[in-house]
């Protein structure tokens, strides 16, 4: 069984750039959320995606978007970047868009924004 | 607003102690899910333990336990038995799914080291 996957591991962007994340959810696994966690904090929620509808959104700009393809696996842009959007994101990957689904996290990828 | 909160950011214990982290949270929905997860070091974060809202019965995983008060909104993790792979830092988490749209609230951690 394949893990959560998430591409690239870093990424180094100047302000108003716009960026693109990937992640492969685990094998069987139907829906995917994403966080953002800033340095020292918890993760905040952006949005879920369940069978390839956005089930589910937190306080983030619209310049957050998602995709969820067919294979389950999505992406996160977020276009004009802002320094504050530098952390780790995170993609969780779950059977079901449920709330009680345990979620399978991904490593992360690290965006720096300069 | 939901919210989550930890007033804990670091707590130590000897190995083989128990230790308990804390955690509020505020809400006015009945239906939710309350989590703890574990994320050590540089390694993805982990799901240790999940309590129903509508169940009274506290969770148990193995040396994982909770102390589930709904009344209060509290929701503390007790770890017995301490062992060394229990450094980490640990989330307590919040969710609902209100009219099928969901969402999710981490709380801030608290940084567990456990002492040998």
């Known amino acids: 069984e394949t893990g959560v996957t998430q591409s690239p591991t870093h990424l180094i962007k100047t302000r108003g750039q716009q960026v693109t994340l990937r992640c492969s959810s685990q094998s069987g696994h139907n829906t995917v959320s994403w966080y953002q966690q800033a340095l020292g904090q918890g993760p905040q929620f952006i949005f879920q995606y369940y069978r390839e509808e956005e089930n589910g959104r937190g306080n983030f700009p619209p310049r957050f978007s998602g995709l969820q393809f067919p294979n389950y696996s999505s992406e996160l842009n977020v276009n004009a970047l802002e320094l504050d959007d530098s952390a780790l994101y995170l993609c969780?990957?779950?059977?079901?868009?449920?709330?009680?689904?345990?979620?399978?996290f991904g490593p992360g990828t690290r965006l720096t924004v300069l | 607003a939901q919210t989550v909160t930890q007033s804990q950011p670091e707590m130590s214990v000897q190995e083989a102690e128990t230790v308990t982290l804390s955690c509020t949270y505020d809400?006015?929905?009945?239906?939710?899910?309350l989590f703890w997860y574990k994320q050590p070091p540089s390694r993805q974060m982990i799901l240790v333990i999940r309590?129903?809202?509508?169940?009274?019965q506290n969770a148990t995983e193995n040396r994982f336990s909770v102390n589930f008060q709904k009344a209060a909104k509290s929701f503390s993790l007790k770890i017995s038995d301490s062992q060394l792979g229990d450094a980490a830092m640990y989330f307590c988490?919040?969710?609902?799914?209100?009219?099928?749209?969901?969402?999710?609230?981490f709380g801030t951690g608290t940084r567990l080291k456990v002492l040998a």
């Open positions: 809400t006015s929905e009945s239906d939710y899910y």
């Open positions: 309590q129903e809202a509508y169940k009274q």
């Open positions: 969780a990957s779950s059977a079901g868009g449920g709330s009680y689904n345990e979620q399978f």
């Open positions: 988490a919040y969710s609902t799914g209100t009219s099928g749209t969901y969402k999710y609230i």
